[in-house]
C-alpha cells in the first residue's frame, strides 16, 4: 500500500474517491443516501472559500482509501481531517496512516485539527473516538444528536410573531439588501451555539462567499431555503437555512439557525424555522425532493433541541466532533 498526494482537478480521481467515500459510509451508517456523484464532485472543486487537499490510499493499483484536509479562508487555523476506507480494507491501519498524511499535508498556519463523524448510535461514536481517534492524539470535543422530521407528516402551526416583526422567506439567496446582515448572522452560528471545547469565533460570511455557496447549491441541483425575521427597522434579528435537493431519499440538511441575542426569548428561533419547514413542504409538493429534514445540535443546546422537539423531530443518529492541537503551527 502506498500513499499519494490527488489531484483535486483530476475527474477520473474523483469519481474513485467518490466510489470510495460512498461504500465506506454506507458501511458505517446504515440507510445513508450520498449526494450525486457530479454534485459531490462540484462541492470538492468549489471555491467557496475552502481549501482542499486529499491523499489517496493505493494497492495493486486501486484507490482503497482517502482522506481530505480542508481549511477554510476564515478560520486559516483550523484544518478539518476526514478520511474513508473501504470496509475490506479496514482495521489494518490504513485510516490512521491517512489522517497522519493529511495533517502533514494541511497549510503551515494550521494550529488545530477538527473531525467529525456520524454513526448510528452514541455508543458507536464513544467507540470510534476511543480505538480510533484517541490514539490519534484527538479528544472529544462535542457530542451531537442528530434529529429528523417527516415533512408531511409534520404539524406546523405557523404563530404570529411578536408585533413590528416580519417573517419572511426566500429560495436561492435573500435580496441584497439584507445579505450583509444576513453574513453576520450565519458567521455567529458557531460562535453562539454550545460547541463542547471547540471555541469558535465569529466568521462574518461576506456577500461574496454567501452568493458562491447559493451558486454552488444551484449547480448540484439543490435550493436554499432562508426565512428572516425582520424587526420594524429593518434589523435581521433571526435567521434560518434549509438546504433541500432532489433525491426524495436524501434528508434536506439545516444549515444554521440564529436569533440574536437581543431578540432572544420571544419565539424568534421556532417563527422562523416553521416558516421554512412549511416552504419546503411546499417546494415539495410542486418539485418533488426531500421529504425529510435533518439537524443537529450539541446535547447541551437545550434551546434548539426544545424547539425541534416541539416540532416533532427525531433522534436518527449520534454526531461526536473531535480535535487535536497541533504542538506547534506547521509541525502535525
Ligand atoms: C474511520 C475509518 C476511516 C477507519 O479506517 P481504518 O483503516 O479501519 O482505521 P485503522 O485500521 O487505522 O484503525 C485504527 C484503530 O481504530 C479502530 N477503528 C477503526 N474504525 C473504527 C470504528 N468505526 N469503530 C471503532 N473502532 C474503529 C480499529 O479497530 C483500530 O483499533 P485496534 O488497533 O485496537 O484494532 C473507517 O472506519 C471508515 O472509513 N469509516 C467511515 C467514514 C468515517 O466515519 N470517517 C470519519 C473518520 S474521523
Redesign the pocket.
Known sequence: MELRALRLGDRAVLGEVYA??CA??R???DGWVPLDESARVAAWQADTGWSHHLVGAVEDGALI?F?VGSTGHDTPDTCW???????R???????????RAAEQGSPAAVTRFV?????PTAT?TE??A????E??G?ARASTETVVELDLAAADLPARRPPDGVTVATYLDGVPDHLRAQVGVLKGLVDAEAPSGDLGWEPTPVSEEDYLDEIALWRRQGRTAIESVAVTADGAVAAWTCLVVGADPDRPAHVEGTLVLAQHRGAGLGRAVKVASLLAAREHGREHGGATRVRTSSDDQNVWMRAVNDELGFVPVESEVV?QRACAEPGEP
Do not use: K, M, N, W
Request: hydrophobic residues 50%; glycine residues 6%; contains cysteine.
Open positions: 470510495v467515500e465506506a459510509t458501511h458505517a451508517r482509501g482522506a481531517v476526514d478520511a474513508c476506507v473501504l470496509p480494507a479496514q482495521r489494518r491501519g490504513v485510516g490512521t496512516r491517512l489522517v473531525a467529525s463523524a456520524y454513526l458507536a467507540e470510534l476511543r480505538r480510533f481517534a490514539p490519534l484527538y473531535l
